[in-house]
Each structure stands twice: as structure tokens, then as C-alpha cells.
């Protein structure tokens, strides 16, 4: 059972990073703040300066960022109640989603050799591929990645 809730909460992970990214990170016209804080403010960092955002030299690199993950661990914290695992899992996501994006946002050669998909979202033609930060798994399965 344990194994099944990490698993599954792995799984989960990714297809939740992906879809908020694709979906309201990236839609101006219903989240426009979320929009705004992401797409206009941290990829137009990014472009300008080769993938490296000053931002993220900071511990929490980003507040929204920071406080959007906080707010859904919040969410499924029922979860830790039923499926302790499965919610212990989900933080161990979240916290590596946060440290893998920060390094790959201040240490741009780690982050070109370690994450070239997400490399790409930012630095490449077109800015609406690659939706998945840690690993490009779901993008594979939506064809939405070029890796």
C-alpha cells in the first residue's frame, strides 16, 4: 500500500505540475494575474537573460511560486489523514519541483545538461511546449514535448 500511494502521488505530481502550468500559468485570458506573475514577468526574465533570473539567487526565489505550492499542499492536506504517504509524497514533489526550477533558473549550464526540456520552454521558438519542469513524462504522453 505504501508503495502504491507514492507511486500514484509521483504520477499525480506531474500531471497536476503540467496541467497548472499549460492551463492557468500560461492563459492570460482566464488568470490573468498568474499570467502576468509567470509568463510576462519570469519568461521575459528568462529570455533576456539566457534562462538566468536574479529572482531565484534568493532562498524563496519566488513568492508567488513559493506561496502557490504552499497553498496546494494546503489543498490536499486532507490527504495526510487517509493516504499519509501518498501527501508526504506530494510534498517531496513540490519541494523538488521548487529546487530543480530554481537551480535551473541560476545555474544555467547545470540546467541545459539536467532539464533541456524546460531549457527549451523558455529559450526556444515556441514558449507553449514543454509544460513539464522536472521531467517531461506527461508532455510525452500529451505530445507536447519535443524531447
Not at 21 to 45: D, R, V, W
Not at 48 to 70: A, H, P, Q, R
Amino acid at each position: 500500500m505504501v508503495v502504491a500511494q507514492i507511486a500514484f502521488a509521483w504520477l499525480y505530481s506531474h500531471i497536476f505540475e503540467y496541467f497548472i502550468h499549460k492551463y492557468i500559468l500560461h492563459n492570460y485570458k482566464f488568470f490573468k494575474k498568474p499570467f502576468k506573475n509567470h509568463f510576462k514577468l519570469h519568461h521575459g526574465i528568462s529570455r533576456k537573460n539566457k534562462m538566468y533570473d536574479e529572482n531565484y539567487e534568493k532562498l524563496i526565489g519566488s513568492k508567488f511560486e513559493f506561496s502557490g505550492l504552499i497553498f496546494l499542499l494546503f489543498l490536499h492536506l486532507p490527504f495526510v489523514f487517509f493516504f499519509k504517504w501518498f501527501y508526504f509524497t506530494l510534498i517531496f514533489s513540490a519541494c523538488t519541483y521548487y529546487f530543480l526550477h530554481k537551480k535551473s533558473h541560476t545555474n544555467v549550464t547545470w540546467g541545459k545538461k539536467w532539464l533541456p526540456w524546460h531549457y527549451e520552454h523558455h529559450m526556444g521558438k515556441n514558449q507553449n511546449i514543454n509544460w513539464g519542469v522536472r521531467l517531461p513524462i506527461v508532455d510525452k504522453i500529451m505530445k507536447t514535448s519535443d524531447y
